[in-house]
T-cell receptor, first 118, second 112 residues
Framework: GAVVSQHPSWVICKSGTSVKIECRSL??????MFWYRQFPKQSLMLMAT?????????EQGVEKDKFLINHASLTLSTLTVTSAHPEDSSFYIC??????????????FGEGSRLTVL | DAKTTQPPSMDCAEGRAANLPCNHS???????VYWYRQIHSQGPQYIIH???NNETNEMASLIITEDRKSSTLILPHATLRDTAVYYC?????????????FGKGTRLSVIA
């Protein structure tokens, strides 16, 4: 099946620094990718929709200047957490769908990236 | 908001069938029922989906009631590796630009 890869799988950073997380579709093109955040023992919360070649769409309450999203190609979207604080520590997950596939509309998910801000 | 209701947790003995229920009483005619699961510290994994007919694949079976207001995911022979949070989601087919909205899911614990 289609594969979505995230990097890094885990990262520890100091408060005030910025961290970039990459999401790649390895064997398909994705015009749209989604970014989720998950706190311990909670469900996935949608943060934003990443659109190739255009600005991302952010969910209510998600600061676009803090969580910078870039979707410069059909196989790569990046999420940059700027000026990270301990409360940004979370599990970040991306998902994507094959833009050229018909059928199921199945969304594929990355392995997730665990961010810990000290 | 999630449009489904699931029990928060369930236990199942290893080797037995795990039956996970989901209520989706407000489902629309063009919405499918999708099931995903999330093993601890991993991204969600697609399991199965269906519209109104029962479906089966190598992972599970999906039983949808005739009125489509509820469904049951069946893992025929649960193993310890099936311990995960299972999410039932309703969604329009091929809505590629529409994200999945996750509810709280059911935490399935498979016990040896």
């Amino acid at each position: 099946g289609a594969v979505v890869s995230q990097h890094p799988s885990w990262v520890i950073c100091k408060s005030g620094t910025s961290v970039k997380i990459e999401c790649r579709s390895l064997d398909f093109q994705a015009t749209t990718m989604f970014w989720y955040r998950q706190f311990p023992k909670q469900s996935l919360m949608l943060m934003a929709t990443s659109n190739e070649g255009s600005k991302a769409t952010y969910e209510q309450g998600v600061e676009k200047d803090k969580f910078l999203i870039n979707h410069a190609s059909l196989t790569l979207s990046t999420l940059t957490v700027t000026s990270a604080h301990p409360e940004d520590s979370s599990f970040y997950i991306c998902s994507a769908r094959d833009a050229l596939a018909g059928g199921t509309g199945e969304l594929f998910f990355g392995e997730g990236s665990r961010l810990t801000v000290l | 908001d999630a449009k489904t209701t699931q029990p928060p947790s369930m236990d199942c003995a290893e080797g037995r069938a795990a039956n996970l229920p989901c209520n989706h009483s407000t489902i629309s005619g063009n919405e499918y029922v999708y099931w995903y699961r999330q093993i601890h510290s991993q991204g969600p994994q697609y399991i199965i989906h269906g519209l109104k007919n029962n479906e089966t694949n190598e992972m599970a079976s999906l039983i949808i009631t005739e009125d489509r207001k509820s469904s049951t995911l069946i893992l025929p022979h649960a193993t310890l590796r099936d311990t995960a949070v299972y999410y039932c989601i309703v969604r329009v087919l091929n809505s590629g630009n529409t994200p999945l909205v996750f509810g709280k899911g059911t935490r399935l614990s498979v016990i040896a």
